[in-house]
């Protein structure tokens, strides 16, 4: 091994997603066709993207290979949403949606699955699905099952689960997010770090960082409007109409400042995956790529 020493943070692998071209769905007349948003992660810069929803890129694997790689580009993960807290009685069901999307982001190299709890309300209406806070018995299922899941998409699969705590869901806020982490084996499940929706749930990114660094195993770059998240409070907004009023921001203009976080998971000296997030369905086709562009020259001016 050569003496150099590496910059610390060169160990980070940046990249986008479909999220931050407004893609939400497989098929929305709204959302840009799958061939401008590859064509425009890799003009601006980025290397590594996310598969998003299940269906919005070919689930061809040779096909997306080809596309891919005729721009430069490699995927880091898919994506699932899951109701793990149901029981073993929604595995079946589960599992149906979990091996397909697992099964692209193998064929096409990815190394991990970002597994997404489900919404205790619809996150368009603001129609309450259940009830916002889990039972103890709830609480022992959704840690046994997403054990289960980490161990079979391991295990058939060759990819790593790492959990994202999301607004609306039950893996949200600073509490509940660390009663999720001390529930769950570190050998099988790691954390998504969100810092957008981290912040928008109250959570301090650093000290979650400093605190479980070792569960840190992949990360989402975002940052949310204070003024705006304080109406969506006030409010008590559902996350859809929150970004249609643009609570998650572009960076550096919001919250948390991701300096402090970038320097925090630089200090755990590991290889990670920072993929950037800009949540905004739906938005004109011509605002994601400028966007996604200075993002991608502003972390890089953090070292990133």
């Known amino acids: 091994m050569a003496d150099t020493e590496v910059p610390p943070q060169s160990r980070l692998r940046i990249g986008s997603a479909p999220d931050s071209w407004g893609v939400w769905f497989p098929e929305d007349e709204r959302q840009v066709p799958w061939t401008r948003f590859l064509d425009e992660v890799a003009v601006a810069g980025y290397e590594w993207i996310e598969l998003g929803p299940y269906g919005y890129l070919p689930t061809d ?5 080809r596309e891919t790689a005729a721009r430069g580009l490699k995927v880091s993960a898919g994506t699932v949403f899951t109701g793990l807290h149901h029981g073993p009685a929604v595995w079946e069901s589960t599992w149906e949606h979990v091996e397909r999307i697992a099964a692209l982001a193998r064929d096409l190299n990815a190394s991990h699955l970002v597994v997404i709890p489900s919404f205790w309300r619809d996150d368009k209406t603001g129609r309450v699905l259940e009830d916002r806070t889990l039972t103890a018995t709830q609480w022992h299922d959704l840690a046994r099952q997403t054990e289960r899941l980490a161990h079979e998409v391991r295990e058939r699969f060759g990819l ?21 982490l001390d529930a769950t084996e570190p050998d099988l499940v790691s954390l998504c770090l969100d810092t957008g929706h981290y912040a928008y749930c109250g959570g301090d990114s650093v000290r979650l ?20 998240l304080a109406a969506v409070r006030a409010q008590d907004l559902p996350f859809g109409p929150a970004v249609g009023r643009g609570v998650m921001c572009e960076p550096p203009l919001g919250v948390p400042a991701l300096e402090p976080v970038l320097e925090a998971v630089r200090a755990l000296d590991v290889d990670l995956f920072a993929i950037v997030e800009q949540d905004m369905y739906p938005c004109p086709p011509d605002r994601p790529l400028p966007v996604a562009a200075r993002t991608r020259a502003f972390l890089r001016s953090c070292g990133a």
């Open 61 to 65: 694997p040779a096909l997306l290979a």
């Open 160 to 180: 790593r689960v790492v959990v994202h705590p999301h607004a609306d869901t039950h893996i949200d806020t600073e509490e509940n997010v660390a009663r999720f």
């Open 209 to 228: 960082v400093e605190t479980y660094g070792e569960r840190i195993g992949y990360l989402h770059l975002k940052q949310v409007d204070p003024e705006v």
